[in-house]
């Protein structure tokens, strides 16, 4: 069975400062990752997935399968960041439809 | 497109009562996920629906819990006799085609059994 684990329930940084939310993973095929962002009392949306390997609002994440991470990054932190990040895994498709694991989140304050 | 709805938003429950909280999917969109947050976890998958079929069950708990998407109308998860650990918040997802990579979520309902 897939798992994935976020070790920092929380992150404080000040603005400016880099961002690294962590994500390992564990899976015995080749999954999806994807990271997906809540902020306050807003629903749920995706952030970016490792396929795209894009770079949103500023954050990156890649997939690192010797390691099993998919950490998210950000060099200059900005206030608006501050949110709850959930690193999620699809098993991937072979089953035909996507259903996502997610790991229990991880908050980031930016303080000014 | 208002995005995917979920009511209500908060629901309160004594133990033994039924819950029934409902999701209205993405215009277009016929695939609905629904997951379940327990308190200090994760989102934990419960179960798959396409109109008029369920797909994939298997993160739901054997007994009490039912889903439904109709033809017409919203998808629906009832939960009957609450405990208190069914406290949590449940989310909707929906998606337009099997095998869509982007689930779009709505904004849950939490669920509290008194």
């Known amino acids: 069975a897939q798992r994935v684990t976020q070790p920092e329930k929380l992150l404080s940084v000040f603005k400016g400062a880099p961002v690294e939310l962590k994500c390992n993973y564990s899976?015995?095929?080749?999954?999806?990752l994807f990271w997906y962002v809540q902020y306050s009392r807003q629903r749920l949306q995706l952030l970016l997935r490792?396929?795209s390997r894009e770079s949103i609002k500023g954050f990156t994440a890649d997939l690192n399968k010797g390691e099993t991470s998919f950490h998210l990054k950000k060099p200059f932190a900005q206030e608006e960041d501050s949110a709850m990040y959930y690193c999620?895994?699809?098993?991937?498709?072979?089953?035909?439809?996507?259903?996502?694991?997610f790991g229990k989140g991880t908050m980031l304050l930016v303080s000014p | 497109n208002a995005g995917v709805m979920q009511n209500p938003r908060h629901l309160v429950r004594r133990r033994g009562q039924e819950a029934r909280l409902r999701c209205s999917p993405m215009?277009?969109?016929?695939?609905v996920y629904w997951y379940r947050q327990l308190p200090e976890e994760g989102l934990k998958f419960m179960v798959y629906?396409?109109?008029?079929?369920?797909?994939?069950e298997s993160g739901m708990p054997k007994e009490r819990f039912s889903a439904e998407f109709p033809k017409e109308g919203p998808s629906i998860l009832r939960i009957q006799q609450v405990v208190r650990g069914d406290s949590a918040a449940y989310f909707c997802?929906?998606?337009?085609?099997?095998?869509?990579?982007?689930?779009?979520f709505g904004q849950g309902t939490r669920l509290t059994v008194v």
């Open positions: 629906l396409q109109k008029e079929n369920i797909i994939d």
């Open positions: 899976y015995s095929g080749s999954p999806e």
């Open positions: 997802a929906s998606s337009p085609r099997q095998g869509a990579v982007e689930a779009f």
């Open positions: 215009k277009g969109h016929s695939h």
């Open positions: 999620a895994l699809n098993p991937g498709l072979n089953s035909g439809y996507s259903t996502l694991t």
């Open positions: 490792h396929i």
